[in-house]
Every structure is written in C-alpha cells, then in structure tokens.
C-alpha cells in the first residue's frame, strides 16, 4: 500500500506542478516490485490493463460531461490525463495484494469506493490537480456509484482469473 499512496501523491502534486516524471518512475518501479517471481499472482497484468480501460472510459467520461478539468492532461484532447491512468493500473496492482482481503467482500469493497473515491477526487482537486467544474453534489453521486460498481468488479476479476489459473494447472 506504501507503494500506491506514494504514486497518488506523487501523480497529483506532480500534475499540479506540469511534472509527471516522479509519477512515471514510481509507477514502473511499482510494477517492477509486485512483478517480482516472490510476489506475482496470476492476473495483475491483465487488471492492470483492465483498470487503465475503465479509467480511461470514466475519467474521460467526467471531461466530456464537463465535470471535471485535469490539470497536465494530454495536449489537445478531452481524455483522461495520463496521471491518473497511472493511478488506474497502481489501483490494478494493489487488487491481489493489499486489498486482496476485499476479493470475497464484495458490498464492503462498493462502500468503501463509493465513500473514498470521490474524496481522493475532493483532495486531488484542493492539491490543484484537477478542477470541479460542475456542481460537485451530482459528481459525487456519480463517482460514488461509478466505483460502487468499478472496484468490485476489479476485485471479482483477480478472483476470477486466479481461480482460471487453477482450473488451468488442475487440468495438466
């Protein structure tokens, strides 16, 4: 969990400041440790790349609607800032570990994500990585509900392909 809290402080304070080089190596070092053969479960990668999908989708989504402005997103566009896709795969790589506690509670995982989601956005938005342009009620619900939904699907996923996995070797 050291991992992640330090890349989300780093993604968002280095937004604010146009710097997301500290972001970058916090994150491919992330990657490097919980690839290591001592600590990689079957699935990480393919959650990573699931969860970078669904905040592509709902980040870009917040943009669109005109919800939410990024600070340092990419030039010229109405996506998802490449920060917080990095926060997206930090989340994906953290689902088999720190929070593989969650993977069989799943009610538990849509209330601690409906409640803790919109407040990491409420800080990253007083840290001025991002700007609530809307009327921040209507966000909220839908931050809420969008990871109610997000991290307990995630979480159901990495049990899922760990149980693949197995099925896989019991077959051999």
């Known amino acids: 969990m050291l991992w992640m809290q330090t890349l989300w402080f780093s993604a968002v304070i280095g937004a604010a400041r146009g710097q997301l080089w500290l972001a970058s190596i916090l994150l491919i070092g992330f990657v490097f440790w919980e690839f290591r053969p001592t600590r990689r479960v079957y699935g990480d990668f393919q959650l990573m790349l ?4 669904f905040g592509l989708i709902l980040d870009t989504t917040w943009v669109r609607l005109g919800w939410l402005e990024y600070t340092g997103a990419w030039a010229l566009s109405e996506h998802a800032p490449l920060w917080i896709l990095f926060l997206w795969a930090g989340l994906a790589l953290t689902i088999n570990h720190s929070l593989a506690w969650l993977q069989s509670r799943f009610m538990l995982a849509a209330l601690l ?14 840290l001025g990585a991002v700007t609530i342009v809307s009327e ?14 997000s991290l307990p699907l995630l979480l159901w996923l990495a049990k899922y392909l760990k149980h693949l996995k ?5 077959h051999v």
């Open 50 to 53: 699931v969860a970078v999908l």
């Open 136 to 149: 921040p009620k209507g966000l909220f619900i839908a931050l809420s509900l969008s990871w109610a939904i």
């Open 113 to 126: 994500g409906a409640v803790f989601s919109p407040l990491s956005y409420l800080a990253a938005a007083r």
């Open 166 to 170: 197995k099925e896989k070797i019991s």
